[in-house]
DNA sequence: AGCACGATGCTCT
DNA sequence: GAGCATCGTGCTT
């Protein structure tokens, strides 16, 4: 099931957390690749000075200030892109930053594209998935762009770790220390077939 | 295992 | 022209 516009018209704390688990999707060439989304950051208005919308709204950050459930994806340290959800009601910036992937379907075609590297890193995860410019705007809620999100597994509480954000080195308090990271942590992942179990780690 | 640093190009002032 | 929501390498412990 894709996610529907719903899932995404909430609070961006609330997607972050829930975005945990479920299936990132990418169609390309007729083959599928997949990876379970196992970290994810929020930055949350213009008020949030890490995030791209304090600056107001400018030509990269406007898709932010749109309809959520579209991708916002921009480049940076002149290597990377990198894939954010649009989260909130319209006219409202805020995203969520997709950070790691756990490769479950075509996990051949991710791996060449990343030189057989991991999918732990927003680049990366870009890399992995040939997600770029191309993709900015895209509407992950349904499968045109050939990007989308599917309902995947529930991660328990306990296996969700809180923390800061990554890389703000030079914003200012509270904002470059504001718990608003979210990570998968002590589980293990099993495929069977294309359907995944999760195993806790003791 | 952890830290420092350079590459590289787009975005906004 | 400065500053990046990063990554990989190469060095030190």
Redesign the pocket.
């Known amino acids: 099931m894709i996610l529907p516009r719903e899932f995404y018209d909430r609070p961006t704390l609330t997607v972050a957390r829930e975005l945990l688990g479920t299936r990132l999707v990418r169609l390309l060439d007729g083959v599928r690749l997949a990876g379970l989304i196992l970290e994810t950051?929020a930055?949350i208005g213009e008020q949030d000075l890490?995030?791209?919308a304090r600056?107001g709204r400018?030509?990269?950050?406007q898709v932010m200030y749109g309809p959520p459930g579209h991708a916002?994806v921009?480049?940076?340290?002149?290597?990377?892109w990198?894939l954010?959800v649009v989260t909130e009601r319209q006219g409202f910036p805020a995203?969520v930053?997709i950070r790691a992937i756990w490769p479950v379907e075509g996990i051949e075609a991710m791996a060449a594209r990343?030189?057989g590297?991991d999918t732990f890193?927003?680049?990366?995860v870009c890399r992995a998935m040939a997600i770029g410019r191309a993709e900015n705007g895209a509407d992950l809620t349904s499968s045109h762009a050939g990007v989308w999100i599917e309902a995947g597994i529930t991660i328990p509480d306990w296996a969700v770790t809180v923390g800061p954000?990554?890389?703000?080195?030079?914003v200012p308090e509270p904002w470059k220390s504001i718990p608003w990271r979210f990570r998968v942590s002590g589980v293990e992942f099993q495929r069977l077939g294309d359907t995944v179990r999760l195993i806790p780690v003791s």
């Open positions: 950051e930055y890490g995030c791209h600056a400018t030509p990269r950050t916002y921009y480049f940076v340290y002149g290597n990377h990198l954010n995203a930053l990343r030189g590297r890193g927003p680049g990366k954000r990554v890389g703000l080195y030079s």
